[in-house]
């Protein structure tokens, strides 16, 4: 009897344990996904009163999180990330900071020059490098806010409890798939505008074009463009049914589960639409790259990649012939035309990165500081940002930071794709298939960067830093999935094999 009650309070406690875990888990996945679902619906986070909000409430619900969990110290590989990270917000705190008079006309002689001017009709003015302090300070809050959430998402993706991060793909077919529907209907209805914006259909800015939630169809369009490689690289590993209950975590019907994915192919090929009737050209062409990329990385190992993308392709097509690809060409025939009012706007912004070289204007000021330089556009249709991110990013934090950070993101991004490409033969299938997608995503949202401001949308913003995170998530564990899938079935009590 005394063995009986203690195997009974021995389950009775692992049963507890599961069942808090599963609360903890919960509670962490909520607290990564609502961001990117509030951010997403409203506007893209394109209002500072939007982001910011955002961020404060993550950091409340950030703040009960380690108030019921022990705040874990970060691993070895981790403290390097962490270093690159501090190193990178000491940029816009240096920039925010009051400064002598003399440091300032030392390192910025031009922002000096405009702060001892303001100080001849009698304005007391910031001495700090940033042409707006407070506004540096709150984009300095937003990149901590973005460190924390890549963190807590790495964190989630790599727990040794889960086999896939399922709870995150989920989310994203059913937000990726509502904005791609709404922005086909926008398509096919000229008068509806964006969603909460009741004056955004009496305009003309873009009426007929698909945008979703979002103000403007360039960003729209990178959106759906991270996304869509995730949600094919999904559809792609679920096969068999015993593998598909590897990967869910649980017990379902063959049948089921193909219904599933055959929906998920059709949803899968709205959202490719839905990227098309932005009419971007520049998200376009970025997704064609990522459908590129991902065919290269892993269509020429796998059979079955190069079909479902065909399949994907042709849902679009067909939906595309019905309704009529007349206003996409049109966009591709003034391309010429176009390119050269942005060629003018590059320009004034290459002045304003010249008159700043050393510590660029601030943080989060290119919209205030472009007013002073701009030539392109008349005074009435000003444009609030540079169409570069690499070239606003220069004005805003001067040639030595912009460049070290520009370089060290296309340095990162060619570095595992040369690392994907050399083990593509030897990484489990699965694996390779999330992986290649992930880094097809990325590959084309840093083409569409030289050409749009997509980092001034947080929505983009977050959603780049997301699709990174799963990214090394995904390849940190190489284990072929047979191997752990065996270990699983042969002893169901035991935990996962632990991640390397």
């Not at 001892?116 to 300095?140: I, K, N, Q, R």
């Not at 559809?235 to 379902?252: H, S, V, W």
């Not at 269509?299 to 019905?322: D, F, N, T």
């Amino acid at each position: 009897m005394p063995s009986s009650a203690s195997h009974s309070h021995h389950r009775q406690r692992k049963t507890s344990s599961a069942t808090g875990r599963k609360h903890t888990d919960t509670y962490l996945h909520a607290l990564i996904f609502f961001p990117i679902v509030l951010m997403t619906v409203l506007f893209g986070g394109a209002r500072p009163w939007i982001w910011q909000g955002v961020t404060g409430l993550f950091f409340i619900g950030l703040a009960v999180w380690f108030l019921r969990h022990d705040v874990p110290l970060p691993e070895k590989g981790e403290r390097k990330i962490l270093a690159v990270v501090l190193a990178l917000l000491c940029v816009p705190l240096l920039q925010a900071l009051p400064l002598p008079a003399a440091l300032q006309g030392f390192l910025s002689p031009v922002r000096a020059t405009w702060t001892s001017g303001l100080e001849t009709f009698g304005v007391t003015f910031s001495t700090a490098l940033s042409y707006d302090p407070l506004v540096t300070w709150m984009h300095l809050l937003w990149w901590a806010f973005l460190a924390v959430f890549a963190w807590l998402l790495f964190r989630a993706i790599t727990s040794p409890a889960t086999r896939y991060p399922t709870w995150l793909l989920h989310g994203l077919f059913l937000l990726a798939g509502f904005e791609a529907l709404y922005g086909i209907l926008q398509a096919l209805i000229p008068s509806l505008g964006v969603l909460w914006d009741i004056n955004s259909g009496t305009g003309l800015a873009y009426r007929g074009n698909a945008r979703g939630t979002f103000i403007n169809r360039n960003h729209f369009a990178a959106f759906l463009g991270l996304i869509w490689p995730l949600l094919l690289g999904y559809l792609l590993i679920l096969k068999t049914p015993r593998k598909m209950e590897f990967i869910l975590g649980k017990r379902a019907k063959a049948q089921d589960l193909m219904q599933k994915k055959a929906l998920g192919i059709f949803s899968l090929g709205l959202v490719i639409l839905g990227l098309f009737f932005s009419q971007s050209r520049g998200g376009i062409l970025a997704a064609v790259l990522s459908f590129t990329l991902l065919y290269i990385f892993a269509g020429l190992q796998q059979k079955r990649v190069a079909i479902v993308l065909a399949g994907c392709w042709a849902v679009m097509l067909g939906y595309g012939v019905i309704i009529g690809f007349d206003g996409i060409s049109d966009r591709f025939s003034r391309i010429e035309n176009d390119a050269l009012g942005r060629f003018e706007i590059w320009q004034d912004g290459w002045t304003a990165a010249m008159d700043h070289p050393v510590t660029g204007t601030g943080l989060g000021t290119y919209p205030a500081v472009g007013r002073a330089y701009q030539n392109a556009i008349s005074p009435v249709q000003r444009a609030h940002h540079a169409h570069n991110d690499y070239l606003e990013a220069t004005v805003e934090m001067g040639l030595p930071a912009a460049g070290a950070l520009i370089l060290g993101i296309w340095g990162l991004w060619w570095s595992r794709a040369i690392l994907l490409w050399r083990g593509r033969k030897s990484i489990d299938p699965d694996r390779l298939v999330l992986a290649a997608a992930s880094l097809a995503a990325l590959g084309g949202y840093l083409l569409h960067a030289w050409v749009e401001f997509n980092n001034a949308i947080p929505a983009n913003q977050m959603a780049a830093v997301m699709v990174t995170v799963f990214h090394f998530g995904i390849m940190r564990d190489n284990k072929p999935a047979e191997t752990k899938e065996h270990a699983n079935t042969a002893n169901p009590e035991s935990p996962e094999t632990p991640h390397v």
